[in-house]
C-alpha cells in the first residue's frame, strides 16, 4: 500500500529591516512526500520526504536563498530500521557577488528496536555538517566557520513497567574558525544517563546527569536536569522542566545557553 502526496507554496512580501531600509521578497516552495505501509499490518516500510524552497530578496542588497531538504527512511526487517538525511542552503548576495551565507548537514543512522526484546531501544547516528556564519552573525564565541563529523548512540531500556534507563553518549570532532584566527581543531564528548518514573499511562517524570568534556580547552562542565512530561495523543510528548547546566545535549548544535527553563515537544515517527 503506498501513498504519495506533493505540495507547492508562493508568497510575496514587503520585509521591514532593522536600519529602516526594506526589502521585496518572492518565495516558492515546492514538496513531494512518499509512504509505502504493509498491506496487512499497516506498518510503514519505506516514506522519504523532499522540500525545494527558493527565497529572493530586492532591496539595498539583493540576495538569493535556496534551501533543499530530503529525508528516507525504510525497515531492513522487523527489527532494525535505517534513515538518512541531507539538509543544504546557502544565501547568495547578487549586488556584492559573494556568499553570506552557507549550511550543510549529512545524517546517516541507524535504530534497532527487536520484537522479541521490546524492553531495549538502540539508535546511532552519525552527522557531517558545515556551518558557515554570515558576517553579521556570530555567535558569544564568535565562531564564523565550523565543520565536524558527530557520532551519537543512546540506548533506551525499561527496567519494569515504571522505571526506565536512557544512557547518551556522543563524540565531536570539529574545526572552528574563530573571527581573526585559522581553523583550529576540537575534540568534545557529551555523556548523558536518565532515569525515567511512569506516573501513570500518560505522565512521564525523569532526572538526569549530564557531562561535557571539551579536549583543547581542558574544558569540564556537569551538572542535572529534570523533567515532567505529558503523551498527547499516540506519538507526541509535551515536556516541561529545568536545566541546571548551561549546555544542551546536541552536539551538531551545541548550545552554551541552555541553562533554565525549557518546553521540549517529541514526535515519534516510527511504528513497531
Do not use: C
Not at 4 to 18: C, M, P, Y
Not at 72 to 95: H, I, P, Q, Y
Not at 194 to 205: E, H, L, P, S
Amino acid at each position: 500500500m503506498t501513498n504519495g502526496q506533493a505540495s507547492l507554496k508562493f508568497e510575496r512580501g514587503i520585509v521591514q529591516n532593522h536600519d529602516g531600509t526594506r526589502t521585496e521578497r518572492n518565495a516558492g516552495a515546492v514538496g513531494l512526500g512518499y509512504v509505502n505501509k504493509d498491506s496487512q499490518t499497516g506498518s510503514v516500510i519505506f516514506k522519504s520526504s523532499s522540500k525545494l524552497e527558493i527565497r529572493l530578496d530586492e532591496g539595498s542588497e539583493d540576495k538569493k536563498q535556496y534551501l533543499l531538504y530530503n529525508a528516507v527512511e525504510g525497515k531492513v526487517n522487523s527489527d532494525t530500521t535505517l534513515f538518512a538525511k541531507v539538509n543544504v542552503s546557502a544565501t547568495r548576495n547578487s549586488t556584492t557577488n559573494s556568499t553570506d551565507a552557507q549550511y550543510k548537514e549529512l545524517v546517516a543512522g541507524v535504530a534497532y528496536m527487536p520484537v522479541n526484546l521490546d524492553r531495549l531501544n538502540l539508535i546511532g547516528k552519525y552527522t557531517y555538517f558545515e556551518d558557515y556564519s554570515p558576517i553579521s552573525q556570530t555567535d558569544t564565541a564568535n565562531i564564523e566557520k565550523e565543520r565536524a563529523h558527530v557520532l551519537a548512540g543512546e540506548a533506551v531500556y525499561d527496567l519494569t513497567n515504571k522505571w526506565q534507563l536512557v544512557e547518551k553518549l556522543a563524540y565531536k570532532q570539529g574545526e572552528e574558525k574563530v573571527t581573526g584566527f585559522d581553523f583550529t581543531k576540537t575534540q568534545t564528548w557529551l555523556n548523558i544517563s536518565r532515569v525515567n518514573y511512569n506516573i501513570n499511562k500518560d505522565w512521564q517524570a525523569g532526572a538526569e546527569y549530564r557531562v561535557l568534556i571539551q579536549k583543547q580547552a581542558e574544558d569540564y562542565k556537569q551538572g542535572a536536569l529534570i523533567e515532567v512530561a505529558r503523551k498527547i495523543g499516540e506519538f507526541i510528548q509535551v515536556g516541561v522542566g529545568y536545566n541546571f547546566t548551561d549546555f544542551n545535549d546536541d552536539l551538531t548544535h551545541l548550545n552554551y545557553t541552555a541553562q533554565g527553563p525549557f518546553i521540549r515537544i517529541t514526535v515519534k515517527f516510527y511504528d513497531r
